[in-house]
């Protein structure tokens, strides 16, 4: 069945890089599109951005400078990468495709 | 970019009652996208192009609108139904969200 899990590590120092995997199964990338959301805690949901099945992408403009999603079409991943971590980054990060969401995996942005 | 408005932000809701949440968009979208999010879960996607409900989704709830102004409606309100409520258009980037509705039970 369809299936979509992040992984990733928990806690970030501030300035560094988050990066983050969703795996998939049940579908091939090249058929669906791969989004990725945020939701600060306690807060509400924000998009980050798109890869598309062709492979293109699509960023939210207030964290493009920042913010690459790419993926590995043979392993079924789809990866984020985002510098310059501050504590307002502090989230459970999602990815989803249509119908689908993962389960999110939380990010702490401390020292 | 695409600002989607809600409301109520909260609402409570006794066993029976009928409830709406509207969500405004800044401009036009072509469908509105919503979903059901309790503490602690992922949100669930619940209803799609405007209307359609998800699998699963008790056929209590409906959704319509068009243009720049959407619904989501629970016809008769059941206790499963308390958890936060959120639209989404994806007419154009960045796939903007509400900023959510609590259905709280009263």
């Known amino acids: 069945q369809v299936q979509l899990k992040e992984s990733g590590p928990g806690l970030v120092q501030p300035s560094q890089t988050l990066s983050l995997t969703c795996t998939v199964a049940g579908f091939s990338l090249t058929s669906y599109n791969v989004h990725w959301v945020r939701q600060p805690p306690g807060k509400g949901l924000e998009w980050m951005g798109v890869i598309w099945n062709t492979g293109g992408t699509r960023y939210n403009s207030a964290l493009k400078s920042r913010l690459s999603i790419s993926k590995d079409t043979s392993k079924s991943q789809v990866f984020l990468k985002m510098n310059s971590l501050q504590t307002e980054d502090t989230a459970t990060y999602y990815c989803?495709?249509?119908?689908?969401w993962g389960q999110g995996v939380m990010v702490t942005v401390s020292s | 970019e695409i600002v989607l408005t809600q409301s109520p932000t909260t609402i409570a809701a006794s066993p029976g009652e009928k409830v709406t949440i509207t969500c405004r968009a800044s401009?036009?979208?072509?469908?509105m996208y919503w979903y059901q999010q309790k503490p602690g879960a992922s949100p669930k996607p619940w209803i799609y192009d405007t209307s359609k409900l998800a699998s699963g989704v008790p056929n209590r709830f409906s959704g319509s609108g068009s243009g720049t102004s959407y619904s989501l409606t629970i016809n008769t309100m059941e206790t499963e139904d308390a958890a936060t409520y959120y639209c989404?258009?994806?007419?154009?980037?960045?796939?903007?969200f509400g900023a959510g509705t609590k259905l709280e039970l009263k």
């Open positions: 989803a495709r249509v119908g689908y």
């Open positions: 401009s036009s979208v072509s469908y």
């Open positions: 989404q258009q994806w007419s154009s980037t960045p796939h903007t």
